[in-house]
């Protein structure tokens, strides 16, 4: 599984990003996904995750009601939505995705992701 983030930038403190991270495997609908970041100095950090299907969601209470998570299992890849951006935001945002057939859980601990992307940088100035 080969994943590819994109749509990060540098915004001002309560505006909006997408992010996206498309997946080349054939069989994407099996992967449950993540999204985690790393701030310079920090440990790489979960952000939110999705199921196989899309019909659960789990995200970090930091931002919880701020950044939503979904997938288009048509097009291999998964979205996150952020708003109301904080400087505290500011980070590369990684996509993951935990083992085929494995429940939500596993793609919301940096250990147990099994395929990462490439990072995407977030800035959010204030």
């Known amino acids: 599984v080969q994943l590819q983030a994109s749509g990060g930038g540098m915004v001002q403190a309560g505006g909006s990003l997408r992010l996206s991270c498309a997946a080349s495997?054939?069989?994407?609908?099996?992967?449950?996904m993540g999204w985690f970041r790393q701030a310079p100095g920090r440990e790489r950090e979960f952000v939110a995750a999705?199921?196989?299907?899309?019909?659960?969601?789990y995200y970090a209470d930091s931002v919880k009601g701020r950044f939503t998570i979904s997938r288009d299992n048509a097009k291999n890849t998964v979205y996150l939505q952020m708003n109301s951006l904080k400087p505290e935001d500011t980070a590369v945002y990684f996509c993951?995705?935990?083992?085929?057939?494995?429940?939500?859980?596993?793609?919301?601990?940096?250990?147990?992701?099994?395929?990462w992307g490439k990072g995407t940088q977030v800035t959010v100035s204030s």
């Open positions: 999705i199921s196989w299907s899309g019909g659960s969601t």
């Open positions: 993951g995705a935990g083992a085929q057939y494995s429940p939500l859980i596993a793609a919301t601990d940096a250990l147990s992701v099994k395929f």
């Open positions: 495997v054939r069989t994407f609908e099996d992967y449950p």
